[in-house]
């Protein structure tokens, strides 16, 4: 996921104006992330500032926190990162406007994707944000962007998911997970989620029709084949996932385990060659901000057909913590910062 988005430390006008937010000066742990004010960003013509309230901790964050892969630096900056500020899910309330904008006045409760979102305000091109839904905090709304448009786009465009398919969700407790199950169920399939023995009672809740807890059963060895593999984990050789899909199933890698240099991509290509042979497909993505995504989210939200699970909510201050969380790679849903 790439940020589309500008802030204030990214280009926009200076006003002399400051902000608290997180900031990093060099790539590294989070013992790297400070918080400290800087100068507060200005909207463009085609932009708002959002004042923010609640922001989500994705894996991309911390990617852009240590630099890793060395890959995503062609494009973050080689030695040092090109921008200090960090985070991508935002959710709070717009308070200014540039003179072109016309879908949102100063007041509106939003949520979508800003570039710096772990900060008191973030400067926003208006396509990637929708209207908050009035029944969700603004936690849980922060919490979806990045995780439910992996999601969605995983399972619809990738996976070419259809009605009544059997899908198979490895890593159901997670942020894209959490999601991913309650999206297959709302697009009429028969869901399986994998996960540990403490959440197994949750992805139930979600929705999902069968759950198989990792820690005492190998999903690759029931001897069921799925139409559709969403796989958050990368943890298994690509034989095994081969060997639970339909003849015409598809194989969608999501996440994998990261290589310091090429990050997933070693897990992705090998995948991408050895699904060459035979009649099952497989699929790599980045997720894209796709602004009818998020419109569909509001919808769902709205109408209680999709939920946000959050985990812990740290801070600004915290942020570290809330860093140090997501490493664990064992979060439930989301962890989430707020102002
Ligand atoms: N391609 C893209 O555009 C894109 C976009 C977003 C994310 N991603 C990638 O997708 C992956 C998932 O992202 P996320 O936000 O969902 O991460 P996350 O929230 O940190 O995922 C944590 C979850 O992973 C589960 N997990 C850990 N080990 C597992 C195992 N062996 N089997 C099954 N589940 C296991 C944990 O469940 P338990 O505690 O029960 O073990 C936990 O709930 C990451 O690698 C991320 O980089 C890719």
Not at 166 to 194: D, M, P, W
Not at 224 to 249: F, Q
Request: hydrophobic share 40%; charged share 20%.
């Amino acid at each position: 996921m790439t940020a589309q988005t500008s802030t204030g430390e990214q280009g926009s006008t200076r006003t002399g104006a400051t902000m608290r937010a997180s900031t990093i000066d060099r790539y590294g742990s989070a013992d790297a992330l400070t918080v400290k004010e800087v100068e507060c960003p200005q909207c463009g013509p085609d932009e708002v500032v959002v004042a923010v309230r609640a922001a989500s901790v994705n894996p991309y964050d911390w990617h852009n926190m240590t630099g890793t892969p060395l890959l995503m630096r062609l494009g973050g900056g080689w030695r040092t990162p090109k921008s200090s500020l960090l985070g991508l899910d935002v959710a709070g309330v717009i308070k200014s406007v540039g003179q072109n904008v016309t879908r949102f006045a100063a007041g509106d409760e939003v949520f979508g994707c800003a570039a710096g979102a772990f900060a008191e305000y973030a400067s926003v091109k208006v396509d990637t944000l929708v209207r908050k839904p009035a029944n969700i905090s603004f936690e849980e709304a922060a919490a979806v962007p990045v995780a439910a448009l992996t999601a969605v786009q995983g399972l619809r465009d990738h996976g070419r998911l259809t009605q009544g398919q059997r899908v198979l969700i490895n890593g159901a407790s997670g942020g894209v997970g959490t999601y991913a199950v309650q999206l297959a169920k709302h697009f009429g399939a028969e869901v399986t989620g994998v996960c540990s023995t403490k959440n197994v009672e949750m992805v139930r809740d979600l929705g999902a029709d069968h759950v198989v807890d990792y820690k005492a059963d190998d999903f690759t060895a029931r001897g069921i084949e799925y139409d559709l593999i969403l796989d958050n984990i990368g943890n298994r050789k690509i034989s095994h996932y081969k060997r639970c899909l339909s003849p015409s199933g598809s194989y969608v890698a999501v996440g994998a385990p990261k290589d310091r240099v090429l990050g997933p991509l070693p897990h992705m290509l090998k995948a991408l060659l050895a699904f060459k042979v035979g009649t099952r497909r497989a699929a790599v993505f980045m997720a894209q901000q796709t602004p009818s995504d998020l419109e569909l989210f509001r919808e769902l939200l709205d109408s209680g057909a999709m939920r946000s699970v959050i985990d812990t909510v740290y801070p600004l201050d915290e942020i570290a913590a809330a860093f140090r969380h997501l490493e664990t790679g064992h979060a439930r849903g989301k962890i989430i910062v707020t102002q």
